[in-house]
């Protein structure tokens, strides 16, 4: 919001989706002095616990909970804010609810840009389209919020690596294009946090240089605007942009 410092609010369903997509780009501007908070609806109880298990089922809320607070500090964010929602119940909860979490956390931080998933959820996962309707939501009904931005993946992209499961988008819908290798290694630490998921991920057992190319640009779409002043974004970035 305009008189506080640069901040951003990228807001998600589970631990783990702050790192595989966003993180670098959320590392890079951490550097560059912007305040980065992750607002997290659920602790991930339905995830994987781990092949060999690593906790078992009961424990994985609260074990998910260290791999994101691991996470968020190996990328230099905040300390993440965490709700207590169920795990793959997004879709069912209390719309108005959740719009209202989104906005208390907002008034408490004061972004000017939050960041989150669209309308396909990038994978179609119910929870991620949820998680991504009320953050719009909580975009529209707060006019301190200079711009919303959404993950994607170029259609480009996910034909090069022949990923069917993402829900690419046009390349020419893509606003900004960032080359996270600046801060690889960071990335890779943060992912390393989320040791449970790992094995839920296919393209994590692919070669360096196939993570590399996914992994090391990240891709987002300009999904509203009501002050380009305030959007930091472009200008932060800049440097990075493909």
Known sequence: MAGYPPALLAIFAHPDDETYRPGG???LLARRGVRVHVLTATRGQAGSCGEPPLCLPDELPAVRERELRCACAAL???????????????AEADSEALTGHILAAMSEIHPQVLLTFGPDGLSGHPDHIAIGQRAAEAYANSDGIAALYTLAVPRSLAEQLDMRQVRAIPDEQIA??????PVWEA???????????????????????????????????HAACRYPDLDFMPVILKEHCL
């Open 187 to 221: 990335k890779q630490a943060a992912m390393a946090c989320h040791a449970t998921q790992r094995d839920t991920t296919p393209i994590m057992r692919a070669p360096e240089a196939r993570q590399r190319l996914f992994f090391g640009q990240e891709f987002f779409v």
């Open 76 to 90: 230099s964010l905040e300390p993440p804010h965490l709700l207590d929602y169920d795990d793959g119940q997004l």
């Open 25 to 27: 780009t959320l590392a």
């Open 176 to 181: 900004l294009r960032v080359d996270v290798s």
